[in-house]
């Protein structure tokens, strides 16, 4: 099936939930969460889609920078869809949102690198699950970090925006960030192990680095956990060290990735 279709459906869906929920936070008026969900359900069905078309190959999974990106970016919108129905998230999704639309289009459009397909074994599979959902997860985490420094700030200088009325409290904010962060670092434990438990060498040339910056960034978010729960951090101090683990971990993979597919085509 030709991928152009659902991925330019994707994209408009993305834009039209962006455009409506804007709109919204123009009006200082609260987005309903039962059309941006039916939005948001109907636009990753087809960003499904084109993925579906474009990661299968007769060698394998096909995973270009561009494709493993849109990839990441249809899970970590299917979580916050899935959540929505319990938890008050839909502000990620003025984030996400646009986030679903570049990466289909670029998934689409833009020219791919030269990376090797992926064999379809059962625990690389289960590795590569694993790893992004991680990804996904502690992407929510950056964002909903992000969320939170715009929300403090504008508490702090007394001056409310129309978007940061639309917030949940303080305290329920940064509860949503430490419960992604917690699922993420699971997440992530779980991709290292399974990484260890399938992968021939985890510390094989082209592996090195992508491995040691993961865990790296394991430990990160693991004293940052730790923190939390033994010395109460929260505020700028969380927000710093969420953003330095999500730094290391987009070095490395996506980092190492793009050195591989657009710098030594390997």
Request: proline share 5%; with cysteine; hydrophobic share 55%.
């Amino acid at each position: 099936m030709f991928p152009l279709l659902p991925s330019l459906a994707a994209a408009c869906l993305y834009a039209g939930a962006t455009g409506y929920q804007g709109l919204r936070l123009v009006q200082r008026a609260r987005p309903d969460r039962r059309l941006l969900f039916a939005i948001g359900v109907l636009a990753l069905l087809a960003h499904g889609l084109s993925l579906f078309t474009q990661l299968l190959s007769p060698n394998g999974l096909h995973l270009d920078f561009f494709t493993a990106s849109s990839l990441i970016a249809a899970a970590v919108i299917l979580l916050i869809l899935l959540a929505l129905k319990r938890m008050p998230v839909e502000n990620l999704l003025l984030m996400l949102f646009p986030l679903g639309f570049l990466t289909v289009v670029l998934a689409q459009f833009a020219p791919s690198g030269t990376p090797p397909a992926i064999a379809e074994e059962p625990g690389i599979l289960a590795h590569i699950l694993l790893s992004i959902l991680a990804y996904g997860m502690l992407t929510i985490a950056v964002f909903q970090s992000l969320l939170l420094l715009l929300q403090d700030h504008h508490l702090r200088n007394k001056h409310p925006s129309g978007l940061i009325k639309n917030f949940p409290p303080l305290q329920t904010m940064e509860s949503l960030l430490f419960g992604f962060l917690l699922a993420g670092w699971l997440l992530l434990s779980a991709s290292l192990v399974s990484g260890w438990l399938f992968l021939d060498d985890l510390f094989a040339q082209h592996l090195v680095h992508k491995t040691l910056l993961s865990v790296f960034a394991w430990i990160v978010f693991g004293l940052l956990l730790w923190g939390r729960h033994q010395l109460g951090w929260r505020g700028y101090k969380a927000i710093r060290w969420t953003l330095a683990g999500f730094c290391l971990l987009m070095l490395a993979y996506f980092g190492s990735k793009l050195v591989r597919e657009f710098i030594l085509h390997i």
